[in-house]
């Protein structure tokens, strides 16, 4: 029984591990073959890493000839490589210094960035007591005067009051476009929690 017990406390704490990490950069290659560099046009992003691979008899190079950022690289003979990581977002055109007539060129994309989702809360929020308290207006009349304490009282109830328990519509509207969501992992939990009560139940029911 103590052996079931501690195998369902590890799956719980398991469960409750993170599973998402960070996105890894990409990696990309451009071959150097046949006096030629494929793809002559490549599109990446800031952060990712783009690999030359060297295939012909003949040496090659990557240098820059109009970039965010120069760089260049060694000679490189067949079966070698070199890599490069992109920090700067722009169009890097280079070529060949040995051979000018390979070029091409890389277009660093700015990293994606995700925008925060926004809170219900941060809807306009109304409140139409107040609003209809200012628009009604205010007199005032002297106090022996019979009619005008008629016209107050008559004017006391035209003043509408908000339930303190009932929300702005505003309020509601956004409660409505956003229904409740259910943490996935609370289910897990749950039935990870009710197979490991029904293996205890067994077990007690079998030593009995």
Not at 57 to 69: G, L, Q, W
Not at 80 to 107: E, I, K, L, N
Not at 125 to 133: E, G, M, V
Not at 191 to 206: D, E, N, P, Q
Request: proline share 13%; charged share 10%.
């Amino acid at each position: 029984m103590r052996r079931a017990a501690l195998a369902v406390a590890g799956l719980l704490v398991f469960l409750n591990l993170p599973f998402a990490g960070p996105a890894a950069a990409a990696a990309q290659q451009v071959m150097m073959q046949g006096y030629a560099f494929s793809p002559a046009a490549l599109t990446v992003r800031v952060g990712d890493t783009v690999t030359w691979m060297q295939h012909d008899e003949a040496p090659h190079d990557v240098v820059t000839t109009s970039a965010p950022v120069a760089f260049r690289s060694p000679q490189l003979s067949a079966g070698q490589s070199w890599s490069y990581t992109f920090r700067q977002p722009g169009t890097y055109q280079y070529y060949c210094s040995v051979h000018p007539d390979m070029r091409a060129s890389v277009t660093v994309l700015p990293a994606p960035t995700t925008a925060p989702p926004q809170p219900a809360s941060s809807a306009p929020r109304t409140t139409p007591s107040r609003t209809a308290a200012a628009a009604v207006p205010v007199t005032t009349a002297p106090a022996t005067s019979a009619p005008a304490t008629t016209s107050a009282a008559a004017a006391a109830p035209a003043a509408p009051a908000a339930p303190a328990t009932e929300p702005p519509p505003a309020v509601q509207q956004a409660t409505a476009a956003t229904p409740p969501t259910l943490d996935p992992m609370l289910l897990v939990a749950g039935l990870v929690t009710g197979i490991a009560v029904l293996c205890l139940l067994l077990l007690s029911s079998r030593r009995a």
